[in-house]
């Protein structure tokens, strides 16, 4: 991680402790939405020591600040999408990988839900089978 980059994380309050930057560099353009275990245990290769109350108090500061996403896709298993922006999401649901969406579509929702209510945005969770678990179904 650049030195910019810490200063950064540290004009936004975070303590950066090297355990920190593990985490944040394992999050860093990390596209398969861990959940707070996964990180635990990829930081824990290199930090043995480390509480996973360190990554549970680290994904709530950069949740508060906006600087990562949670997400509730699946079931009893919070999420985190270091993605900030607006996209969707598809989930296997036999190895609950989670896909990202990056595309605009129209979802149009009867008029009697529309009329007294302002949609603003919509966040879409496509629920089904990946390539992979596909294949192995025959
Ligand atoms: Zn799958
Ligand atoms: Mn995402």
Redesign the pocket.
């Known amino acids: 991680m650049t030195k910019e980059k810490i200063e950064y994380y540290r004009k936004l309050g975070l303590k950066m402790t090297p355990q920190r930057l593990a985490i944040l560099e394992y999050l860093e353009g990390n596209t398969s939405h861990p959940s707070a275990e996964d990180i635990f245990r990829h930081v824990e290769e290199k930090f043995p020591s480390m509480s996973f109350a360190t990554v549970y108090n680290t994904l709530e500061a950069l949740k508060e600040r906006g600087l990562i996403l949670e997400l509730s896709i699946e079931p009893g298993k919070k999420r985190f999408d270091p993605n900030t922006e607006p996209h969707h999401h598809m989930i296997?649901?036999?190895?609950?990988?989670i896909f990202d969406v990056f595309e605009d579509f129209a979802v149009n929702l009867p008029e009697k839900y529309t009329k007294d209510f302002k949609v603003k945005r919509c966040e879409v969770v496509f629920y089904g089978?990946?390539?992979?678990?596909?294949e192995k179904e025959v």
């Open positions: 296997c649901e036999r190895c609950h990988k089978l990946c390539k992979e678990c596909q």
